[in-house]
């Protein structure tokens, strides 16, 4: 299977602050990435669809201005929550389908535990 | 709106136990299923890929029907194993490199 990468696994920071968190696919491209979000005990929800060269596509309710999501090569794809509050403080996950396949196997990064204090 | 339902949301058996958990979706024009299992505070590891074609798919103790005229999905886990605790999320996508939709899965614990 294919390997995706995230960095850092936890972080913890203070409010109002703003952590970047990246994601890489190891072993293919990968034009498109998705990110979710997951909160304790609950499924894992679509934040948005970061692709390669071009903006990203929120979904509905998720601010752009406070999640910035940049995949500036067909291997990393970063999200940067901004002004970090308390409410923000959750388990970020990425994932990523490899180019090309008709499969839509989709591969998932191990995660990245993001505590607001 | 696609929903994905997985129930129960918790489950308990011995050790050795071969078990059925149940995924189901409202929109039947998937393209195709995954389950996954997840650790305690870790990613998603893909368990078993179903194309909207197929009926089932095996690894190893797992088995994964699909009956997309129903809207369902089945893992089986054939002798259950401590092991196998584990959250079990079912998800489906609507096209190839697609964006999935989830299900709140299913804690499984088996005791030894």
């Known amino acids: 299977g294919a390997v995706v990468s995230q960095h850092p696994s936890w972080v913890i920071c203070k409010s109002g602050t703003s952590v970047k968190i990246e994601c890489r696919s190891l072993?293919?491209?990968?034009?498109?990435m998705f990110w979710y979000r997951q909160f304790p005990k609950q499924s894992l929800m679509l934040m948005a669809t970061?692709?390669?060269?071009?903006?990203?596509?929120?979904e509905q309710g998720v601010e752009k201005d406070k999640f910035l999501i940049n995949h500036a090569s067909l291997t990393l794809s970063t999200l940067t929550v901004t002004s970090a509050h308390p409410e923000d403080s959750s388990f970020y996950i990425c994932?990523?389908?490899?180019?090309?396949?008709?499969?839509?196997?989709?591969?998932f990064g191990e995660g990245s535990r993001l505590t607001v204090l | 709106k696609q929903e994905v339902t997985q129930i129960p949301a918790a489950l308990s058996v011995p050790e050795g136990e071969n078990l059925v958990l149940n995924c189901s979706f409202t929109?039947?024009?998937?393209?195709?299923l995954q389950w996954f299992r997840q650790d305690p505070g870790k990613g998603l590891t893909s368990l078993l890929l179903?194309?909207?074609?197929?009926r089932e798919q095996t690894s190893g103790r797992l088995n994964a029907s699909l009956d997309k005229s129903s809207g369902r999905s089945t893992l089986y886990i054939a002798a259950s194993q401590p092991g196998d605790s584990a959250t079990y999320l079912c998800?489906?996508?609507?096209?190839?490199?697609?964006?999935?939709?989830f299900g709140k899965g299913i804690t499984l614990s088996v005791r030894p």
């Open positions: 994932s990523a389908p490899r180019t090309g396949s008709d499969t839509g196997e989709l591969f």
């Open positions: 072993d293919f491209q990968a034009t498109t």
């Open positions: 970061s692709n390669e060269g071009s903006k990203a596509t929120y």
């Open positions: 929109d039947s024009a998937i393209y195709n």
């Open positions: 179903i194309q909207s074609s197929q």
């Open positions: 998800a489906v996508g609507p096209g190839a490199n697609s964006k999935l939709t």
